[in-house]
C-alpha cells in the first residue's frame, strides 16, 4: 500500500457541477472530502456556461407535463446505441432519467435556490416521441457571489453573463428593440445592476450563479476542502483499485489517499490543440470556448492505467463568428440563432444551403464539419438580408445600426445586389442568385422542401422570431430587400464531449468491461450518456450533476432512502 502524506474519504478532481453535487453527498454521509482544483480560479466550465440542467421529470414542471417513462422513451427515439458510442446505453439513460430529480431535490434540500430554467424552451428534437414542447430545463436563482465568505468571491471564476437577471428573462432581452415587455426586463435588470454596485454586491447569473451557490451550500456545511492550484498529475492504482493521487502542495508533489473514491471531474481537452488533432481535426482551441484549464489531462491519465477513452470526436459545438475582437472575447460571438430567424441561410463555400438552420448548436457544428467532408464549409457563410439587420440582433448589435469597425474590418461583407454579395464573398453569382431563388420559394410555399425548417419541430420557431403567431413564419422569411449581407460561421464549442467510459455507477470501466474499485468519473471527463446527440439544453451540466451524485451515493454505501 502507498503511502500518504494525508487522507480524505473523498478525492475529487476538478471543481465542476458534478464535483459539488458529489461534496454535498458525502458531507450528508458524514465523510471528508477534498477538491483539487487544476486552476487559480473555482467552478470550471461550469461557471463559465449557461449553466443550464436538462433533468428530465423534474419538481418544477407541472403535474403530468413529463414522466420517467416518457423521457426514457425520447431519449432512447434521439440516442444511438452501438460500439461507436460506448458512453450510453438504455440502462445508462433509465438510470439519468430516475436518479436525475432525485438529485436536483436533493441539492435543492441543502439550501442551494434552483428554479425552472424557462417554462418554453422546447427539447431540440421535440418531433419524436417522448419529447417535452414545454420545457425540461432548470438554472440556478441569480446569486449575489459577495455571499460567499473568506474571499472566495474572488475566487469565483467569471461566468458569461455577470447580470442580475434569470435565464427566462435573460431570453427575452434580445427582442428588446422590438418588444416593450423585453424593454422592462432590460430596465428592471438595469437597475437592479446599479441599486448593486451602490450596495457592494456583485451578481451574477447562468453558471456562475449555480457554482456561486453550489460554493456557498458546501463552504456552509463544511463539505469539503477546497484547493486551488493543485493540478492532479497521477492517479494511484492498487490491484485494480484506485487508493489516491499524486498531487502538487508548494510546488512539490503531494499525495493525497482515498478511502471510500476518487471522482474524476476534470473537463474535457478544449484547450489542448494536439488532442483535437488527434480526436477532432477540423476544429481549433482558437474557435473555442473552453477553459484554458481544460487540456484532457485527465483523459489521459486515466487512459495509462487502463480506462477506455470513446466518442473523443464528440463536442458541444458553438457556431462562432469571427467579428472584430472575436480572438480575445471572454465568450466568443455565436451565431446559434442568426441563421434560424426569417430572412437568413446559411451556405457552404459553393454557395448551396445544406442544413435545417433552426437545429441546435451542436448539430450545426456537426453538419457543417460533415458537410466539410464533402464541399468546403468551414468556415460557411451566413446570409441576410436588410430586414434581417433592422429587426434582429447580430453578434453585439442590438438595434439596427450597423458599428463601423464591423465594415472597416472587413468582417461584415455587404453589397447591393445578391450577385455583388456573391463576388464579395468569392461564390458564382448564378449559384447563390439560384440558392437564394430556391429558398424564397419555399417561403412563398410556406414549406421548406429541403430540410423542413420551421415545419419540423417546435424547436425551430423557438430559434426564429418569437413575436410571431407560433407556425413556420416563425423561422421562414424571403430574402429580398437590399443591401445584402454575409458573415462568416466557424465551429466552435463549449468543450469537448467525449472520454473514458463508465457504468451506471460513474465508475470507470476496464477494457474488459469490469469496473475499477473506488474510481469514478462525471462530466465531459466521461463519453457522453447522450453519445453523439444533445437532447435539449443542459445535457452537458445536468449529467455532470447527476452521475457525480450517483458516484459519491455508490461510494459511500448509501440508499435515496438513506437521504431523505
Avoid at 384 to 409: C, H, N, V
Avoid at 497 to 517: H, I, M, N, S
Amino acid at each position: 500500500m502507498a503511502d500518504f502524506d494525508e487522507t480524505f474519504d473523498w478525492v475529487v478532481v476538478g471543481s465542476g457541477a458534478g464535483s459539488m453535487s458529489s461534496a454535498l453527498l458525502m458531507a450528508k454521509a458524514g465523510k471528508s472530502v477534498v477538491i483539487l482544483e487544476k486552476a487559480d480560479t473555482f467552478g470550471g466550465t461550469t461557471a463559465k456556461s449557461g449553466g443550464i440542467m436538462w433533468i428530465p421529470n423534474n419538481s418544477f414542471m407541472d403535474a403530468g407535463e413529463d414522466s420517467t417513462e416518457r423521457s426514457i422513451e425520447y431519449l432512447n427515439a434521439v440516442v444511438k446505441d452501438g460500439p461507436d458510442f460506448p458512453g450510453t446505453s438504455p440502462e445508462r439513460r433509465s438510470t439519468y432519467v430516475v436518479e436525475a430529480t432525485k438529485m436536483v431535490d436533493f441539492v435543492c434540500a441543502q439550501g442551494v435556490a434552483l428554479e425552472r430554467g424557462s417554462s418554453f424552451w422546447p427539447d431540440y428534437y421535440d418531433e419524436l416521441p417522448g419529447s417535452v414542447k414545454t420545457s425540461r430545463t432548470v438554472a440556478a436563482r441569480p446569486f449575489n457571489k459577495k455571499e460567499l465568505p473568506g474571499g472566495w468571491a474572488k475566487k469565483l471564476r467569471q461566468g458569461f453573463l455577470e447580470l442580475p437577471i434569470t435565464t427566462d428573462d435573460g431570453l427575452k432581452i434580445p427582442n428588446m428593440s422590438r418588444d416593450w415587455a423585453a424593454r422592462r426586463i432590460f430596465a428592471k435588470t438595469a437597475l437592479k445592476f446599479v441599486l448593486g454596485k451602490v450596495l457592494g454586491q456583485h451578481w451574477v447569473s447562468a453558471g456562475a450563479a449555480l457554482q456561486g451557490r453550489m460554493l456557498k451550500a458546501v463552504l456552509e456545511k463544511d463539505a469539503a476542502d477546497i484547493r486551488l492550484e493543485s493540478p492532479v498529475n497521477e492517479v494511484i492504482i492498487d490491484g485494480g483499485k484506485a487508493v489516491g493521487v499524486v498531487t502538487e502542495k508548494d510546488g512539490k508533489p503531494w499525495r493525497i489517499g482515498a478511502d471510500v473514491g476518487i471522482l474524476m471531474n476534470a473537463g474535457g481537452f478544449g484547450s489542448s490543440q494536439p488532442m483535437r488533432d488527434k480526436y477532432m481535426p477540423k476544429t481549433k482551441v482558437a474557435w473555442s470556448n473552453a477553459i484554458e484549464s481544460n487540456t484532457g489531462d485527465m483523459h489521459r491519465e486515466l487512459e495509462r492505467v487502463g480506462g477506455v477513452l470513446a466518442q473523443m470526436d464528440q463536442m458541444v459545438g458553438l457556431p462562432g463568428t469571427r467579428s472584430p475582437g472575436w480572438d480575445e472575447a471572454y465568450m466568443k460571438p455565436g451565431t446559434q440563432n442568426v441563421g434560424a430567424k426569417p430572412h437568413a441561410i446559411q451556405i457552404d463555400q459553393s454557395g448551396e444551403r445544406y442544413m435545417n438552420e433552426a437545429s441546435s448548436y451542436e448539430q450545426i457544428c456537426q453538419d457543417m464539419i460533415e458537410r466539410d467532408a464533402i464541399v468546403p464549409a468551414v468556415p460557411s457563410w451566413i446570409i441576410m438580408d436588410s430586414q434581417y439587420m433592422k429587426k434582429f440582433p447580430l453578434a453585439t448589435k442590438m438595434g439596427s445600426r450597423i458599428p463601423k469597425a464591423w465594415r472597416e474590418s472587413g468582417w461584415l461583407k455587404e453589397a447591393g445586389t445578391i450577385e455583388g454579395l456573391a463576388e464579395v464573398i468569392k461564390i458564382k453569382p448564378e449559384k447563390l442568385r439560384a440558392t437564394v431563388d430556391r429558398w424564397n420559394g419555399f417561403v412563398d410555399k410556406g414549406l421548406d422542401e429541403d430540410f423542413q425548417r420551421g415545419n419540423d419541430r417546435v424547436y425551430s420557431g423557438w430559434l426564429g422570431d418569437t413575436l410571431l403567431p407560433e407556425g413556420p413564419s416563425r423561422t421562414l422569411g424571403k430574402i429580398e430587400s437590399g443591401p445584402f449581407y454575409a458573415i462568416d460561421v466557424i465551429p466552435g464549442d463549449v468543450g469537448t464531449y467525449g472520454g473514458v467510459v463508465t457504468d451506471c455507477e460513474a465508475r470507470v470501466l476496464q477494457a474488459d468491461g469490469t469496473p475499477f474499485e473506488n474510481l469514478y468519473a462525471c462530466g465531459v471527463t466521461t463519453a457522453s450518456p447522450m453519445g453523439d446527440v444533445y437532447p435539449g439544453a443542459g445535457a452537458s451540466i445536468g449529467p455532470s450533476m447527476t452521475f457525480g451524485w450517483i458516484a459519491a451515493k455508490h461510494a459511500a454505501g448509501l440508499s435515496n432512502q438513506d437521504l431523505t
